[in-house]
């Protein structure tokens, strides 16, 4: 199985450990990995903020990069799902909609295609998680708090399966934390009202970490909660399930 | 006081709402609240609640796919009932419609129940200056309109204003004693103001939740039964409603009326849903078509399924950036979720901002009882008011440069590794006040290495 | 052209090619209706009271309301109450009718409402001006859904139909619920077995 690991932009350059957390844990379960060195970004943050147009080359860029992969992982469902829903390539169009289908958030990879059911990890701490809403809502890794459906949770499954790692409860379980892309700087206020409010639902059921699968929602509350002196960490979930 | 936002956007009202955190609290929590009785009340339905969502989606859709001929069919079996259809291009014609009736039967005063529709057309306003007095009756609505403001909500218009700023509006305009904020009391003191406006007034004006093709008749909904007062004591009834508000059938009142109410308090029914099929004796009923943009909005194929709102306000209550910003942020008739998908079709220029008031989160096209995707058009708004040209030059260029970066692997990597020493080296480059990031956060601290460059050294295949 | 054809030829214009219209699914449900009937409206604020065939409803109503100076019925078996000059009665007239007796078509499980026409109630304010009011309904009426409601409506004429479930409400004081808005304070369903 050949594994096409596809690390956001910001993760490379601000979060380094998410990325070898992520290799390691896939190497872990046997995946012959590889990192294509000239990736770049998804193109979301353009298209988020109404110039999918200019994505093109990011599109193009993408799909040279991705195209001899079984499965393309990252993680962060937010850049996944904006592959899945906006990836198109004039110069290879089959091979765009093969990667808009074999493209994969970490968790679910884990979940849905290798089908772990054992990890060799620890945690010791409380432990919230923060639905990060593109994963959630749009890749349906856990269902969502709106709908009259079955409760299942792909990241919580696999965090429960980490020695002493115990999930806190949470007022609020799935509701967003205000990143948004641009609109954490666009619409500052809200957005950081928004961050206040998760911090707070996560410190007032004692949590240590907050953790989740996309870094973007994790680095707004992490400079939330460093500015407040809160003592309480973020870190991403492909860390926690890489611990030992 | 909503009028003077016109000329400013979301996140500046947005970033003023902000400046009481508690009263932020108040209000994010008393919509929390909504959401939440929302949630047990289609619990309650269990696993009929989807499908209920489903087939209610599929009914709009069929309807607005034959919008034209439900029309006619509607205003002919209206006609048949003694109703008499008026047909209105836009705002404008509408409030002219309006006041020609009011003309005809010399009548300077009316007493209106809820609907969205005059608000969206400025009729208060527009009959304001023509020396006609409007009395709003639906409670909330009267308390805005005393304060000389607009709704901020949709199904509930005062949910921004506290029962003490309530005690001394109604203290100042109706006479309750000083100091009393108890909300039966102000509620009771509503009543007896308002009964008399009913009992004198000879005209009334209604919305519409839904109208049914078949049958010619038109359904109000209301909790305080003020539409039917008005409505019954008058001797002219002026029903105003939208053109997407049509249903074909009357069963299908059983799908949405399952859900309406459910969606938008959490109560299994409203108290009064009334079906208005033909003039009581004596009466005369009208009842006004509006288009104003609909029409329009119905040929935009992205766009044309957010004409099948049935206005349960379900997208305002869920929606963490409207809970934190307040109605009045949205400078729009219809504030909120579908407010922002909705308002750009009138006027792009005024309201571009309002599909950037939102994070895309999604929670939206969930709770919505027609399923409405709700975040994906914010989304593909977004684009359209870029190709037409109604982004800011500055947010045109940066994104150019970020795509042109983003484009060549080796420049991201320049910029990446030169960012991140920069940073480290002289952090109040980034860290000041003029990043709206830093300014209540701060930034990630730069890794010496990029995970490009730990991978280069770690791993067989990072040799380049 | 009129506004009228304008819009109907834009309209036209507009509109997506035809989409199929669904039929509404109805599940059976397994449900006591009047056992529902009673807790959701009494959820809702309204209240039952179960008659039988020989208690008077004018009794009953006098019993519960003894402050009652004027009641009004649209019942003419209530001949006590009934209004027999209805035809001739200025509605604003029954601004200070503290109790109204009606009688609804039936009852619906789901939502506690009854259903009731011009029909029934004679004049079309009556049940929404009153101070308080009382529904008097069969209780082998009561129907399980909106979809059964609609079933049983079919296509029967009426010039105005009313689902009334509970008293007049409101909660726009601070989500502060209130009964009694412009509306009765009070409903009470006689629910008669």
Redesign the interface.
């Known amino acids: 199985m050949r594994v096409g690991l596809f690390i956001p932009c910001y993760v490379n350059q601000f979060y380094p450990q998410v990325g070898i957390a992520t290799l390691q844990l896939l190497e872990k379960f046997g995946c012959e990995v590889d990192y294509p060195l000239a990736q770049t970004c998804c193109g979301q943050p353009m298209a988020n903020s109404g110039y999918e147009s200019l994505t093109g080359n990011c599109n193009e860029l993408f799909t040279k990069n991705f195209s001899s992969f079984d499965y393309i992982v990252c993680p962060s469902g937010s850049c996944v799902l904006h592959i899945k829903e906006h990836l198109h390539s004039a110069k290879d169009r089959t091979a765009a909609t093969a990667i808009r289908r074999n493209v994969y958030e970490l968790t679910e990879f884990l979940t849905d295609v290798l089908n772990v059911d054992r990890l060799q990890a620890a945690f010791p701490y409380k432990v919230g998680l923060h639905q990060s809403c593109h994963g959630q809502r749009g890749l349906h890794l856990s269902q969502m708090s709106e709908l009259v459906a079955k409760p299942y949770s792909k990241p919580e499954r696999l965090l429960n399966m980490v020695e002493g790692l115990e999930l806190i409860e949470l007022d609020r379980k799935d509701e967003c934390c205000g990143f948004g892309g641009t609109f954490c700087v666009t619409e500052e206020a809200v957005s950081v009202k928004m961050g206040k409010d998760r911090v707070r639902d996560h410190e007032a059921h004692g949590a240590d970490y907050i953790t989740g699968a996309d870094m973007s929602c994790l680095m707004h509350l992490q400079g939330i909660l460093k500015r407040q002196g809160s003592k309480v960490q973020v870190k991403h979930i492909a860390e926690i399930l890489n611990a030992q | 006081m909503s009028n003077s936002n016109h000329h400013t956007d ?2 500046t009202l ?2 003023k ?2 400046r009481d ?1 508690a009263r ?1 609290n108040w209000h ?1 929590e ?1 919509l ?3 959401r939440q009785k929302r ?1 047990r009340a ?2 309650s ?7 209920l969502r489903e ?1 209610a989606s ?2 709009k ?2 309807t ?5 001929d439900y ?2 069919q509607f205003e002919k079996a209206a006609q048949q009932n003694g109703i008499t259809v008026h ?3 836009d705002g404008e ?1 509408h409030n002219r419609i309006v006041h020609g009736i009011l003309a005809k039967h010399n009548a300077t005063q009316l007493v209106k129940s809820k609907s969205m529709l005059t608000e969206e057309c400025h009729l208060n306003d527009y009959l304001k200056e023509k020396g006609v007095e409007v009395i709003d ?4 609505e009267r ?1 805005v309109q005393l304060a000389e403001e607009h709704p901020s909500h949709i199904v ?4 921004h ?3 003490e700023e ?1 005690g001394e509006l109604f203290h100042k305009h109706l006479g309750s004693p000083e100091g009393v904020i108890d ?2 009391f ?3 003191t ?2 007896v103001h ?2 008399e406006k ?2 004198t007034r000879r005209v009334a004006i209604t919305g519409v939740n839904f109208a049914i093709a078949e ?1 010619g008749e038109f359904v109000v909904c209301t ?4 539409a ?2 008005g409505a ?2 008058s001797d002219v009834h002026i029903a105003c409603m939208g ?1 997407e508000k049509l249903i ?1 059938k ?6 949405f ?2 859900l309406l109410a459910r969606s938008a ?1 959490g ?14 004796e004596g009466q005369e009923m009208h009842l006004v ?1 509006v ?1 104003n943009g609909r ?2 909005q ?2 935009r ?1 992205d766009f ?1 399924n957010s004409l099948k709102c049935i206005r349960c306000g379900a997208c305002f209550n ?1 929606c ?2 409207y809970r ?2 307040g109605g009045h942020s949205y400078h729009t008739a219809i504030a909120g979720p579908i407010g922002s998908i909705l308002a750009p079709n009138l006027d792009m220029r005024q309201y571009k901002d309002l ?9 939206c ?3 919505c009882p027609v399923k409405i995707n709700i975040h994906e058009q914010l ?1 593909q708004w ?2 359209v ?3 037409e040209g109604y ?1 800011p030059k500055s ?2 260029v940066a ?2 440069a ?2 042109a ?5 080796s420049l ?1 990597s320049i910029a ?1 590794k030169w ?2 020493k920069v940073m480290g080296l002289v952090p109040g480059l980034v860290s000041n006040r003029l ?3 830093y ?6 601290a ?2 010496e ?8 050294q770690n ?1 067989k ?2 040799k ?1 | 052209m009129s506004s009228r054809d304008a819009i109907l030829q834009k309209v036209k214009a507009a509109q997506p090619s035809l989409l199929p219209l669904p039929s509404i699914e109805k599940q059976p449900r397994e449900v006591d209706a009047v056992k529902q009937f009673q807790a959701v409206l009494e959820s809702i604020g309204g209240k039952v009271v179960f008659l039988n065939a020989e208690e008077s409803i004018a009794e009953k109503t006098v019993a519960l309301f003894p402050e009652a100076k004027r009641i009004v019925s649209s019942i003419t078996a209530v001949q006590n109450y009934f209004f027999s000059d209805y035809k001739s009665l200025r509605h604003h007239s029954l601004q200070d009718v503290d109790v109204a007796i009606i009688e609804a078509q039936f009852g619906v499980a789901e939502n506690g409402a009854v259903w009731v026409t011009e029909e029934d109630l004679k004049i079309r304010v009556l049940p929404f001006i009153c101070e308080h009011l009382v529904a008097v309904v069969d209780s082998t009426t009561i129907v399980a859904t909106l979809h059964e409601a609609y079933e049983r409506i079919g296509a029967s004429a009426y010039g105005f139909g009313a689902f009334i479930a509970g008293p007049s409400k409101t909660a726009d004081i601070e989500q502060s619920l209130v009964l009694g808005a412009h509306g009765p304070k009070s409903m009470t369903v006689f629910l008669l077995h």
């Open positions: 979301h996140a947005a970033e709402f902000n955190e932020v994010d008393t929390w609240f909504i949630d289609a619990w339905l269990g696993n009929e609640w989807e499908p087939t599929a009914i859709a069929h607005l796919s034959n919008l034209s029309l006619q047909w209105a291009a014609e009756t639906d409670l909330g308390i509930l218009p005062c949910i204003w506290k029962k309530i909300p039966s102000l509620t009771n509503a009543r308002l009964r009913f009992l049958t909790n305080e039964g003020n039917d007062m019954h004591l053109i074909p009357r069963e299908h009142l059983g799908v009326l399952r308090t109560q299994p029914i409203t108290t009064y849903s009334s079906h208005f099929k033909k003039p009581r078509l288009d029409s329009t119905l040929g194929e044309r869920t963490p950036v934190r910003s599909p950037f008031a939102s994070t895309l989160c999604g929670s096209s969930n709770v989304y977004r684009q008011l870029t190709e982004q947010k045109t994104m150019k970020m795509a970066t983003l484009s060549k692997p991201f990446g960012g991140r990043n709206p990031w300014k209540q956060r701060e930034m990630p730069p890794p290495q990029s995970f490009t460059e730990w991978y280069k791993r295949g990072g380049s």
